[in-house]
């Protein structure tokens, strides 16, 4: 499976973006899928995942109400909503792939992952 992700840039503090996570391969609509983020400087962070037969998304306990995850298999197609841009929210975004089917928080339980994209949250 390959990826590809898509939808990152400058924006300002309150903006909204969408980015998007583009999947090649026949096993894509068949993976879990989950996005991360890593800030400068620190760890990358879980933000949720979907399972390919889901409807709903897992997140974090300390899910961020202003992010939302959903995929259109038709599509080979996973997104990341998010609202309310803050400065903290700064950093590059990462969609991954694991063969099993639960959705894990843990970075070492994801075999495939894209190039990321860079989304810039401005003061």
């Known amino acids: 499976v390959h990826l590809k992700e898509s939808g990152g840039g400058l924006v300002r503090i309150g903006d909204s973006l969408r980015l998007s996570c583009e999947g090649s391969?026949?096993?894509?609509?068949?993976?879990?899928m989950a996005w991360f983020r890593q800030a400068p400087g620190r760890e990358r962070e879980f933000l949720g995942g979907?399972?390919?037969?889901?409807?709903?998304?897992q997140y974090p306990d300390s899910k961020l109400d202003r992010f939302s995850i959903t995929r259109d298999n038709a599509k080979d197609m996973v997104y990341l909503d998010m609202n309310d841009l803050q400065p903290t929210d700064t950093g590059v975004y990462y969609c991954?792939?694991?063969?099993?089917?639960?959705?894990?928080?843990?970075?070492?339980?994801?075999?495939?992952w894209g190039p990321g994209t860079q989304v810039t949250v401005s003061s």
């Open positions: 979907l399972r390919w037969s889901a409807i709903n998304a």
């Open positions: 391969g026949d096993t894509f609509a068949r993976t879990t």
């Open positions: 991954a792939t694991r063969a099993r089917s639960a959705v894990s928080p843990s970075v070492q339980e994801y075999d495939n």
